[in-house]
Nanobody, 123 residues
Framework: QVQLEESGGGLVQAGGSLRLSCTASGRTFSDYVMGWFRQAPGKEREFVAGLRWSSGYNYVADSVKGRFTVSRDSSKNTVYLEMNSLKPEDTAVYSC????????????????WGQGTQVTVSS
């Protein structure tokens, strides 16, 4: 059974940084793609960044490009989302997800999800 567990969320001032972690367990993930999504109150879930586990190829959404980076540590089965220059509009619940399709921003193509971690950016 695939399990994903996020950590690293919290409260940070605008301009600050956070690093989110997503630790995966339950199987080998070499043929998976991993995505980071966020959802703010009253808004739809939004793709933030993702990567292909086997190659490390990654994609970051335009809305956060230049501020967020995604990476993985295969030895720890962990994917990271490094968030810099945070803005109040980055406030949301951030979730990681795993799937076996090509890397894409559609939440429905990711069958496995973590519980999410809250990120709050104060102005």
């Amino acid at each position: 059974q695939v399990q994903l567990e996020e950590s690293g969320g919290g409260l940070v001032q605008a301009g600050g940084s956070l690093r989110l972690s997503c630790t995966a367990s339950g199987r080998t993930f070499s043929d998976y793609v991993m995505g980071w999504f966020r959802q703010a109150p009253g808004k739809e879930r939004e793709f933030v960044a993702g990567l292909r586990w086997s190659s490390g190829y990654n994609y970051v959404a335009d809305s956060v490009k230049g501020r967020f980076t995604v990476s993985r540590d295969s030895s720890k089965n962990t994917v990271y989302l490094e968030m810099n220059s945070l803005k109040p509009e980055d406030t949301a619940v951030y979730s990681c997800a795993a799937g076996t399709t090509h890397l894409n921003p559609r939440p429905l193509t990711y069958p496995y999800w973590g519980q999410g971690t809250q990120v709050t950016v104060s102005s």
